[in-house]
């Protein structure tokens, strides 16, 4: 994990994350990785409840889970994530999972996100001033 990485979230796997095979079912990842994405943007320095104001939102338009080692029941959960790039109307992002206890890297989640005005629900580009914002929590990828 790098400098520039933030933490996004913490939680445990529950015994009823997990499927037959006794490890976390994949749609458990993705809501981890899920709730962990609502807080990748205020970690940048955007306010959701600001972005709301506006009548702005993002959502997403791609994502990818690769998965890397399983996680079990009991296991505690850190999720980081950086943005990666930022266009014109949307805003690429990764999230990285790992064992909280040994760090080991269990899953990575890549996503797009395209901005939208809420009451149009149409794409818009990205406000100049959040732009500038999230051009500067953007990291370099490995």
Request: hydrophobic share 40%; glycine share 6%.
């Amino acid at each position: 994990m790098g400098e520039q990485w933030v933490e996004l979230y913490r939680s445990v796997v529950m015994p009823a994350h997990c499927d037959l095979y006794g490890h976390m079912n994949v749609r458990h990842y993705a809501a981890f990785f899920d709730d962990a994405g609502f807080h990748l943007m205020s970690k940048a320095g955007i306010s959701l409840t600001e972005l709301r104001r506006r009548g702005l939102g993002s959502v997403v338009a791609s994502l990818t889970i690769d998965f890397r080692h399983e996680l079990t029941a009991g296991q505690l959960v850190l999720i980081t994530g950086a943005y990666t790039r930022i266009g014109h109307k949307s805003a690429s992002s990764e999230m990285r999972m790992y064992d909280a206890d040994t760090l080991t890297h269990c899953a990575t989640q890549k996503t797009v996100e395209v901005f939208f005005d809420t009451a149009h629900r149409i794409s818009v580009p990205i406000p100049d001033d959040i732009k500038a914002t999230l051009i500067k929590a953007v990291v370099p990828t490995t």
